[in-house]
């Protein structure tokens, strides 16, 4: 057999070092990044067909802001551009997700703006990035524009208050439970529809992209203190498939670089987010609480991973009384 030549290995090569979070893995980041935007396809063609031509625009102004916001701010910074990396395109799409339909494309620009510029590259980029950009942005809208963030709408164009809201009021008139799984109701573009969400869900979990920890344990936390606190049972899974907590679960707690890597950490992480998740929309004059349960959840990630992290063999516990 012909002997292959192998090219000696320079000491630059084996001293790369690259961002967080540093994870053994032949995986890159375009690719991890191809397929969330894969898993979202489902949800994305649904919006679109339950609320128009106005979803596909704003998902569109969206995403090309934030891929030119990514652009110009690292060339300002005089850093190398990354957006061949999609990362800015997966913002672009989550931060539309989180919007209602009837919201100016303008609003969209901002949130763009936000979330690149403010949450993600002025904290050093991709993998630095202490919180949700697209999360960290529809909280910046909704203290801006709460009328716009909250102009629910029906896929027939008709104001509406979410299922949720409905039920904050002590409403009845609940939609089916079918409506709410396909996604006929109103709500933000990317929210609505469950069984859209967890094809893409599915596919993540399968191709090893998330972990199942961090979602199960998330959406199981938030059923069980919701039942703790008094929610019926049989409204309990109108709490699941209403709001943002599929979405939220499944592709924005599962964020590399704003949640542990830990696995007890992962664990520990989703549970809070549960627990949050149920006491503000109980006890909380808000319906949903999804995104402000990740967000502060997000800001606790450090010290979690910190206090969970395995022991390195050999590691000699600090002498206090020094």
Known sequence: MERIKQEPI????????????????DRTVRRTMLDV?????????????FFGLNALKLIIV??????????GIQRLLKREVRIGDLSAVVTGILLAFNLPAPTPWWVAVFGAGFAIIIVKELFGGIGSNFMNPALAARAAIMASWPEIATNYVNPDGISTATPLA???????????LTRMFIGDIGGVIGETS?????????YLIIRKVIDWKI?????????IFLLLLGIDANNIIYHILGGGLILGAFFMATDY????????????????????????????????????SILLMNVAAPVIEKW???????EVKRNESR
């Open 62 to 71: 969206s995403c090309i802001s934030c891929v030119v916001f990514e652009a």
């Open 194 to 202: 469950a069984i859209l969400l967890l094809i893409g869900a599915a």
């Open 10 to 25: 320079s000491l630059d090569d084996m001293l790369i070092v690259s961002d967080g979070p540093h994870i053994r893995s």
């Open 166 to 176: 409905i039920m904050k009021a002590g409403g009845s008139s609940l939609p089916s």
């Open 37 to 49: 935007i894969i898993a979202l396809a489902p949800a994305m063609i649904g919006s679109i067909y």
């Open 257 to 292: 670089s704003s949640s542990p890597v830990t696995p007890k950490g992962r664990i520990i992480f989703a549970i809070g987010c549960g627990l949050l998740t149920a006491l503000i929309r109980v006890k909380g004059s808000m319906a949903e609480s999804v995104s402000y």
């Open 215 to 223: 979602p199960v344990f998330y959406i199981g936390t938030t059923a």
């Open 308 to 314: 969970t992290r395995p022991r390195v063999f050999g």
